[in-house]
Nanobody, 126 residues
Framework: QVQLVESGGGLVQAGESLTLSCAAS????????IGWFRQAPGKEREGVSS????????YFLDSVKGRFTISRDNAKNTVYLQMNSLKPEDTGVYYC???????????????????WGLGTQVTVSS
């Protein structure tokens, strides 16, 4: 049974950092793409970053490039999203998602992913 559990969200001030974790179970990371998405109130869910299991290729939303990094720990079957220099517009519920590598072509498009976690709230105050 595939399961994704996010953690690490919280309330921070602008300019501060947070690290989100996505713990996966029921599959191994090396065969899947893991994506991070976020959804602010009243807005569409948007792709923030992804990392490919087989080759480690990463993608980032333009607005987070240079501030966010994504990494994985295969031994812990966990993917991390390090978020630095946070801005109020980064506020939202952050979700991780998984899709079979090779079946995903647009890595920041939510419809490409099959499995989702329940999300963790990130709030950045100004």
């Amino acid at each position: 049974q595939v399961q994704l559990v996010e953690s690490g969200g919280g309330l921070v001030q602008a300019g501060e950092s947070l690290t989100l974790s996505c713990a996966a179970s029921g599959f191994t990371l090396d065969r899947y793409v893991i994506g991070w998405f976020r959804q602010a109130p009243g807005k569409e869910r948007e792709g923030v970053s992804s990392i490919s299991g087989p080759d480690g290729v990463t993608y980032f939303l333009d607005s987070v490039k240079g501030r966010f990094t994504i990494s994985r720990d295969n031994a812990k079957n966990t993917v991390y999203l390090q978020m630095n220099s946070l801005k109020p517009e980064d506020t939202g519920v952050y979700y991780c998602a998984a899709g079979v590598a090779g079946s995903i072509t647009l890595h920041l498009l939510r419809y490409e992913y099959d499995y989702w976690g329940l999300g963790t709230q990130v709030t950045v105050s100004s």
